[in-house]
């Protein structure tokens, strides 16, 4: 299971990383008015993210450490993101909050089974 979580999670990685890279205005523009480049370095920074997180599924046993480390990325994640809605800093459209915290959830599941699945 711990597999399946660990490839989810950076398919969703890699798929909104290349989302950023490649449409930073339209994912701009849905949100509200987070700085382009913001989201073309945060696009690059889940690449590498995604790639590290199949990396660690790749291994017969995950390293504790690295799934710890994905897990504890995904809480800052869900925090960051309720911080930003709150606070009205760049996630300012109805859209944009709507799919912030729907990702949110996304990301804070996988975080949580990851932490869960924990190899001994």
């Known amino acids: ?10 398919a969703s990685c890699l798929l909104f990383g290349v989302l950023f890279l490649i449409a930073p205005v339209v994912v701009a523009n849905a ?12 696009g690059l920074g889940l690449i590498g993210n995604g790639l590290l997180i ?3 599924a790749s291994k017969a046993v995950p390293n504790r450490a690295a ?6 990325g995904d809480a800052i994640w869900v925090v960051a993101t309720l911080i930003l809605i709150l606070t009205g800093l ?4 109805v859209l944009g909050i709507l799919l912030s915290i729907a990702v949110a959830i996304f990301v804070g599941a ?5 932490w869960r699945l924990l190899p001994l």
Not at 110 to 114: A, D, N, V, W
């Open 90 to 93: 760049w996630i300012t459209t």
């Open 1 to 10: 299971m711990l597999y399946k979580v660990l490839k989810t999670n950076a």
């Open 54 to 56: 199949l990396w660690a």
């Open 110 to 114: 996988c975080g949580f089974l990851q």
């Open 31 to 42: 949100l509200g008015n987070p700085p382009v480049l913001l989201l073309q370095i945060l």
């Open 67 to 72: 799934v710890l480390f994905f897990a504890i």
